[in-house]
């Protein structure tokens, strides 16, 4: 997979950061802030394009964020909305401009755009507003392309958003992955519901704190109170917590701020959490402010309701599968023409015995035994996938919107078997990732420390369930493991591989 160093310290984007406001009432003020019209200067005769009010009825809104990429702003929390009758998209957060917080300006639009359906299943978005590096948002003219998004209606999204790096010469455009969760309605129930959740990676952060974990939560009026089981990978259970947040309006929606009473204060940003309805859970937190968080891990989660019967297996892996595949902080990001930070992928079109999938295979099984890298070999609980990736006249493209309409062929998601005791829970999944995986492949392979091209394999945990129907899986790869293969910079180095994957069901 995608090597990524661990760097000391505290990911920041230049100075800006986005915070919540207190007492606005998102169902009065949300959709009104969302799609106003922003006509602002993008420079020389440039100007944002009107965006339409939202159509009633057709609007959905999310919470999001809990990814950190350097250079990104909107991977920050923010609101995001779609509109489904005008094909429109939003998304509002609030900027600040120094790290004590003290200088609160009012909610902005960072992003607004349009959006049409692909025959892949995803969402192709355009930008005619984005937010920079410098966390100021400017129209863009002409509209910036390559972004996109995969929706179950009124519960979430996972979506690959764009910020402009203005910072370099010539500028840059920058992944900003993002998950969200329907943020419309506070817990409500004496009865705490389960929930399974993965952590999301954080490059800077030195080891894995939490891989994934159980967490209970119950409500009594505003407090909320999460009793988290965290594990790691392939180790016992780590230390179980209770903690409370509460709940509130804010103007991203119905959230839940840990610790309580921090919403909107002058100290450091509380950690958001939402929890839709709808079964789906994400948790922004910012590692850099220490702590562990509600969860145990320290970075932000995402999460999907546990089932309440054992899953079918069979019909998990027969299913296909949307998503991005995560690996931050990687050295080679952008030489290779594209930003590989985030790559949208896919998963399911194809089986272990597809020609497409036999580079990966023949990848695998010449370097099964061979020490840490491929030690066994995929089974019958696999889904195979990879991302969507094209060549054009200007570069490499991870596009899933375009006219190749099938992902590649170059990962396999071994889930392994379900654990007993916990419905929808594989704490025993493998990653593979095939020598044909770019970049690195053909002029710069992946190479064995044992000499040779190179294929691997990382101990995961991927947790499943079921939204509207639709199964979601995601997958949290150890980021300790250290994969017995070299970076194709002839540094030699074998370094840790921090990656998630994240996937809702094709529908």
Not at 63 to 81: H, M, R
Not at 191 to 203: D, E, G, M, N, R
Request: aromatic share 8%; net charge negative; glycine share 12%.
């Amino acid at each position: 997979m995608v090597i990524a160093r661990r760097i000391v310290g505290r990911q920041q984007i230049l100075g800006e950061r986005l915070t919540t406001i207190v007492s606005l009432r998102p169902r009065e003020v949300f959709p009104a802030l969302l799609f106003a019209a922003l006509l602002i200067s993008g420079g020389c005769g440039q100007t944002a394009k009107p965006v339409v009010a939202p159509s009633n009825g057709q609007v959905q809104t999310y919470f999001g964020g809990p990814f950190l990429v350097q250079g990104s702003p909107v991977t920050q929390p923010a609101a995001t909305a779609f509109d489904h009758l005008a094909r429109q998209i939003a998304v509002s957060g609030t900027i600040i401009s120094n790290s004590t917080h003290s200088s609160v300006q009012v909610p902005v639009n960072l992003i607004n755009g349009t959006f049409t359906s692909a025959d892949t299943g995803f969402l192709a978005i355009t930008e005619n507003y984005a937010t920079t590096s410098s966390g100021v948002p400017s129209a863009q003219n002409p509209s910036l392309t390559g972004a996109w998004a995969v929706e179950i209606p009124g519960a979430g999204a996972l979506a690959n958003l764009l910020s402009v790096y203005t910072q370099s010469t010539p500028q840059v455009i920058s992944a900003a992955p993002t998950a969200m969760a329907e943020n419309t309605a506070c817990p409500n129930s004496n009865t705490p519901p389960q929930f399974l959740y993965v952590s999301v990676p954080y490059a800077s952060q030195i080891a894995d704190l939490v891989d994934y974990g159980i967490v209970a939560i119950s409500s009594q009026g505003s407090t909320v109170t999460f009793a988290a089981q965290p594990f790691l990978v392939g180790a016992k259970p780590q230390a179980t917590s209770t903690v409370s947040g509460a709940c509130s309006q804010t103007v991203f929606g119905e959230l839940t701020a840990y610790p309580q009473n921090t919403f909107g204060t002058s100290g450091p940003l509380p950690e958001l959490i939402s929890i839709g309805s709808g079964g789906l859970l994400v948790s922004n937190f910012d590692p850099g402010l220490g702590g562990v968080g509600a969860f145990g891990g320290g970075t932000g989660v995402l999460g999907v309701a546990q089932p309440t019967s054992p899953t079918s297996l069979a019909s998990v892996v027969a299913a296909q599968y949307n998503g991005f595949i995560f690996s931050p902080s990687n050295p080679l990001k952008q030489s290779n023409g594209y930003d590989i930070t985030v790559l949208a992928s896919a998963f399911g079109n194809h089986t272990g015995t597809s020609q497409t999938c036999s580079a990966l295979q023949a990848s695998l099984a010449a370097n099964n035994g061979q020490g840490e890298n491929v030690p066994v070999l995929p089974s019958p609980n696999t889904i195979y996938g990879g991302e969507f990736l094209i060549a054009s006249p200007s570069g490499n493209v991870n596009d899933p919107t375009g006219a190749n309409g099938s992902e590649n062929c170059d990962v396999a998601i071994d889930l392994g078997t379900e654990d007993p005791s916990s419905n929808g829970l594989f704490p025993r999944a493998t990653v593979f990732i095939g020598s044909n995986f770019p970049p690195f492949s053909v002029s710069n392979p992946w190479m064995c420390a044992t000499g040779g091209v190179c294929a691997v394999s990382f101990p995961a945990a991927a947790v499943v369930g079921q939204v509207q129907g639709a199964y979601v899986i995601f997958v949290s790869a150890s980021g300790t493991s250290t994969p017995q293969a070299q970076l194709p910079d002839g540094s030699g180095f074998l370094l840790p591989q921090p990656v998630g994957i994240y996937l809702f069901q094709k529908m």
